[in-house]
């Protein structure tokens, strides 16, 4: 029953999101525009990094490719559900503007993670799933039914993993209300994720496991298609993203009580 | 004197928010790291060339980008098409007896400064920790031709984003446009591979461009890795390519303040 009024409400606020971006012509545009940069720019940026080597870190030249694709997928659907309220969040913890998402008779972190909707982000989505099928046909990839259903739900897993993330440095801010700007870090950290996690391991083990849950949000849907995922992978990530979803929810109403509601 | 008086006001400014400093620093800090651990991983831990270049030229190019990303990158785009025309605060600078285009450029300057503080400090740590990885001029001429180089970086980079951020005149929403330029920038930059590293054509058409002389060049001149000639080169290039957005930019400056309407979106 909550479920269902939940999904309303998300449902009715897709359709604000929609009719304000709609609104202004230019607006609408440009974000397409904005949007289709970004989306093309990890897989420039990889074909360039690639060009002068074949076999990388273990994995081949298509392969590291295909990684992306992954991760334009996930992080498009990131980019669309939650990056714009993220970045929103920033403004509200600095402005001390969070008070009126308490007022609504609604879940205060659900409305403040989810009520702006990165329309245009759908481009980004649908460029990832083009260049993943290109790719994916080019490394003789097929996927059964069972499959899909797996890499839906490890994708769904990865951006809870994200959001979770997210949050937890986010709502720092709480005590630091000045540093609105740490959101940007976000999107250049979350970038780390286009890369096998073997490559870290080379230079530092230690980084590898401070990057590991990055990491596993593209590592695993990948090795679900490749059919060499084992069951530790998919209890690493689904656990993963469990324990840091509970952790962003304790902290969450943790730092709610420092919340001064003062704007910096 | 007005422009010092900007330029210590804004370096007040600048310094009072020195946290967020810190931040947008990490930003230039955490893409070169990235792609120097990539580097490192691709050779093998350095132990072969990629083009001709050694661990300790890839490591010395992307630890050098850490303090050009930080200390030469103009971000008056912003500051220009969404803060003062998007916002509708531009009726307040066209009132002012100073040109809009030298008050953004000095204002910016405190905070190039204290942004490229951070990266030098964190470069002179990378060079006491992994001395042998850094590999930078020591020849006095050099050194001073390659201050003239990195400050008139800066006033490429400025020049063209200060062109970008007036088109806001005719888009409002001129984010399409920024982010479209800011792509062409970080490849035809340098910022994601050295341009040596490119496909050939690619590095042809980088080199048409104005943003290696903002980024790629003046790294290559502190790396030691110009001659005399080349550094004069990179000069001549750099002070036409000023001249060149300049001119665009007075061009587009008098059509576009009769079209702003002063009305915030």
Request: hydrophobic share 55%; proline share 3%; net charge positive.
């Amino acid at each position: 029953m909550i479920m269902k009024q939940y999904i309303r409400v998300y449902w009715k606020l897709f359709f604000l999101n929609v009719t304000s971006l709609t609104a202004y012509r230019s607006g609408l545009i440009s974000n397409l525009i904005s949007s289709t940069v970004w989306a093309l720019f990890p897989f420039i940026s990889i074909f360039l990094l690639t060009a002068n080597t074949p076999v990388l870190f273990g994995w081949r030249r298509e392969e590291v490719i295909f990684l992306s694709t992954m991760y334009a997928v996930y992080y498009g659907v990131f980019q669309m559900v939650f990056a714009k309220n993220f970045l929103r969040l920033a403004v509200l913890i600095n402005t001390g503007e969070i008070e009126s998402f308490f007022l609504k008779p609604i879940d205060g972190q659900f409305l403040v993670s989810v009520s702006r909707v990165g329309v245009t982000a759908f481009v980004r989505v649908i460029i990832g799933i083009g260049f993943g099928y290109f790719f994916g046909k080019q490394l003789g990839i097929s996927v059964s039914f069972i499959d899909g259903i797996l890499l839906l739900i490890a994708l769904f897993c990865s951006l809870m993993l994200l959001y979770a993330v997210w949050m937890n440095i986010l709502l720092f801010l709480i005590w630091n209300p000045k540093l609105s700007n740490l959101v940007e870090v976000l999107f250049t950290i979350s970038g780390m994720a286009r890369y096998p996690s073997n490559m870290y391991r080379m230079v530092n083990e230690t980084l590898m496991y401070v990057l590991l849950p990055l990491s596993l949000t593209t590592v695993v849907p990948v090795k679900i298609l490749f059919h060499n995922i084992s069951w530790q992978d998919y209890f690493l990530l689904g656990g993963v993203s469990i324990v840091l979803c509970g952790i962003a929810r304790l902290f969450w109403l943790f730092a709610m009580r420092f919340y001064t509601s003062s704007s910096s | 004197m007005r422009y010092v008086r900007i330029f210590f006001l804004n370096f007040q400014e600048a310094f009072s928010e020195r946290g967020r400093s810190v931040v947008w620093f990490l930003i230039a800090l955490f893409n070169p790291l990235l792609y120097f651990v990539f580097w490192y991983a691709a050779t093998g831990s350095g132990n072969h060339n990629i083009a001709g270049w050694s661990i300790q030229t890839i490591s010395s190019y992307y630890f050098l980008l850490i303090i050009a990303g930080s200390l030469f990158q103009s971000f008056a785009d912003e500051q220009i098409g969404y803060w003062h025309i998007y916002q509708g605060r531009l009726t307040n600078y066209l009132l002012k007896p100073v040109s809009y285009y030298a008050m953004n450029f000095i204002s910016e300057i405190p905070w190039r400064i204290i942004q490229g503080f951070f990266g030098v400090i964190v470069f002179l740590l990378m060079k006491l920790f992994f001395g042998n990885f850094i590999v930078m001029t020591s020849d006095v001429q050099t050194i001073v031709l390659c201050i003239c180089i990195s400050f008139l970086a800066y006033a490429v980079s400025y020049a063209v984003k200060a062109v970008i951020g007036i088109s806001a005149f005719w888009l409002t929403d001129y984010y399409g446009l920024a982010e479209g330029v800011s792509m062409i920038l970080l490849i035809s930059g340098g910022f994601v591979v050295p341009l040596r590293f490119l496909p050939s054509w690619i590095e042809k058409i980088a080199l048409l461009l104005p943003f290696p002389y903002a980024m790629y060049f003046p790294i290559l001149a502190w790396m030691g890795k110009l001659s005399v000639g080349e550094l004069f080169q990179v000069i001549g290039m750099q002070i036409m390519w000023i001249l060149l957005f300049f001119g665009l930019f007075t061009v587009l400056w008098k059509k576009g303040v009769r079209e702003y309407s002063g009305v915030s979106q």
